[in-house]
C-alpha cells in the first residue's frame, strides 16, 4: 500500500531556504518517477518538479527553476526538494506525489503535505 510521508516544511522568511523530505513505502521506490507538486489557498494544484527512477532526468516549472533541486535516494526511498531563495508566492502545501506530471490530478498517489509559508 502506497504510503508517502512528507516534512521539512516551516515559516521562513524571502530569501531563506527549506529542504523537504518524502519517506515512500508500500511500493517499489525505484520503479517509478516522482514528483513535488504544491497547492496554495484558494487555487488548485500546480506542478513543480519530476524526477525520473534513476535521478538522472529531472524537469523544473519554469517558477521555480534555478531556485530549487531535486533529488532522490533509492537506497532510502526518499525524494527531497532544497528550495533557495524562498519567496511568498512559494507558500502552499507541498506534496510528494508518485508518477510524473500527471499526478497533478491523481489525488491518491500524493502524501498528506507538509505546510510551507514564506514571509515578506
Known amino acids: 500500500q502506497l504510503q508517502l510521508v512528507e516534512s521539512g516544511g516551516g515559516l521562513v522568511h524571502a530569501g531563506g531556504s527549506l529542504r523537504l523530505s518524502c519517506a515512500a513505502s508500500g511500493f517499489t521506490f525505484s520503479d517509478y518517477h516522482m514528483t513535488w507538486l504544491r497547492q496554495s489557498p484558494g487555487k488548485g494544484p500546480e506542478w513543480v518538479v519530476t524526477?525520473?527512477?534513476?535521478?538522472?532526468?529531472?524537469a523544473y516549472a519554469d517558477t521555480v527553476k534555478g531556485r530549487f533541486t531535486i533529488s532522490r535516494d533509492n537506497a532510502k526511498n526518499t525524494l527531497s526538494l532544497q528550495m533557495n531563495n524562498l519567496k511568498p508566492e512559494d507558500t502552499a502545501l507541498y506534496y510528494c506525489a508518485r508518477g510524473g506530471r500527471n499526478t497533478l490530478t491523481m489525488r491518491r498517489e500524493w502524501g498528506q503535505g507538509t505546510q510551507v509559508t514564506v514571509s515578506s
Open positions: 524526477i525520473d527512477q534513476y535521478g538522472d532526468k529531472t
